[in-house]
DNA sequence: CGGCAAGTTGAACCGCCTCAATGACGGTGG
DNA sequence: CCACCGTCATTGAGGCGGTTCAACTTGCCG
């Protein structure tokens, strides 16, 4: 795997092995690039007919916002991660999305994901995988809110983000930058920011992690995932053993 | 709308109007039946490789077991709805299903999927606008669970399954039948079956709605809608709105 | 220098949990 | 026919985890 590959095909290369004429077919769906600055709206609540984007640098969220005011983020995006196309289908979208730094996405028309579906089943199936992935992030995150108490839910929520950032080449053994602040953090794992800041001064007091200056520094890694229960099976980062599933998708 | 046709078919119909060939082609994916019993676990967690169903008759639910013994029911299922069609290219499965009351479930093939994305883009689009109605639901769900309050969220829940009751003519403006017991929906909503109790007594003090016997009835339907800031738009359940999509979708 | 965003800490409160017990109901078997 | 059981619903008492409000610090930028 090169490192001047695209962030998205580094993470479809955990579903299966790409050939050359599928990793060019990939990128051309990537050739419309734009950038954006740090914390502006991408695609509103409620808005019909957009497009759905892939993040190619920077870090966005999704999140929605409650009648009080109040902010759910629903989930982070870092490169290589599609934007809005789970919503592609629908009349509405029931949340927004926002970039959190400066971004460079590639705007992916309804169209191009249609022509893809026809010609190449493999890629389709890779995208597939890529929104089944989101769902399986989506209800570990669901159990963070419901069953988990802060601190194991704090310790999962990095750990997880460290799976994701690793399989992208952005994350090591000892940490990654994260540009997230504690109040983003906080909307997304259903806690007040100073709790949050408690929370994470826990961990640090317990020598677990370090969370400051947007950096992620683990100190026990071992003991965090032991702490968090954690096991990013869910994430399906195999080496390429989603290709067996594949097959089964392409034969008829 | 006949009302002998299948709860998938009606689920379908609230996205685009479905021809006579399109019915009988989805019909087609229901031939092979299975009746199950109550309490039964369809889908293990961990397992791959698995088929998908579509739930015909009866309730089922999909549920995350937590390390402590703790249950984190991710959402129901009422007939008209996949089961594990979002795990099917997953090499394993991070949640579970099982029965909640005895059901009918037409198992459907991966091969079967695949080939209706094949021959009929229009149904390949129908199915996907479920799996991303299922996402929006998810994702309704993270916000009751993360900054809605035990009240709030519960008269959210019951909304919810109200509206999508409605939708394959399982519910009335009174109320609808609902098999589910506390300990059930508690585990749904992030709360101990006592709190849910008292919620519940708290909703029918307040005149709102009554649960029992198996039962939801409204007694102040818009009172609860007010109190839940319930807006179902998410669901999607338009007449058949959603064909403007699929002409997007279609055309190349 | 002033001003704003982000982080940090303390104090008081309360929503929801846990533990415990009791009531209502249908099924089953002696 | 009734005693016994399991499941589900209901209620009380007490405790903790996380919230809210408020204050102070630190760093950055104009």
Chains 1, 2 share one sequence.
């Not at 051309?28 to 497009?51: F, P």
């Not at 071992?222 to 096991?231: K, M, R, S």
């Amino acid at each position: 795997m090169s490192s001047s590959e695209s962030a998205f095909i580094k993470k479809l290369s955990a579903f299966m092995i790409l050939s050359p004429d599928e990793k060019a077919q990939i990128e051309m769906l990537q050739t419309v690039q734009r950038r954006i600055k740090a914390r502006k709206e991408l695609v509103y609540e409620n808005q019909s007919g957009h497009a759905a984007f892939i993040l190619q640098e920077g870090w966005a969220c999704s999140y929605k916002i409650m009648p009080d005011g109040g902010r759910q983020v629903i989930d982070f995006q870092v490169p290589g991660d599609f934007l809005g196309l789970r919503t592609v289908l629908m009349s509405r979208s029931n949340h927004a999305f926002a970039t959190v730094t400066e971004v460079v996405v590639a705007e992916v028309p309804l169209r191009k994901v249609s022509e893809i579906f026809r010609v190449s089943p493999r890629l389709a199936a890779a995208v597939l995988w890529a929104t089944s992935r989101d769902s399986a992030m989506l209800i570990e995150h669901l159990a963070d809110l419901g069953r988990r108490n802060a601190q194991v839910r704090t310790a999962h929520f990095l750990l997880e983000l460290w799976d994701r950032l690793r399989l992208i080449g952005l994350a090591t053994e000892e940490g990654y930058k994260c540009p997230l602040n504690q109040y983003l953090i906080a909307d997304s794992l259903g806690l007040s920011a100073i709790h949050l800041n408690r929370v994470l001064r826990q961990l640090r007091e317990a020598e677990l992690l370090t969370f400051r200056d947007g950096q992620v520094v683990f100190h026990d890694l071992d003991g965090l995932i032991e702490l968090a229960e954690y096991d990013g099976g869910y994430l399906d980062h195999g080496e390429a053993h989603g290709y067996k599933s594949f097959l089964k998708w392409d034969l008829q």
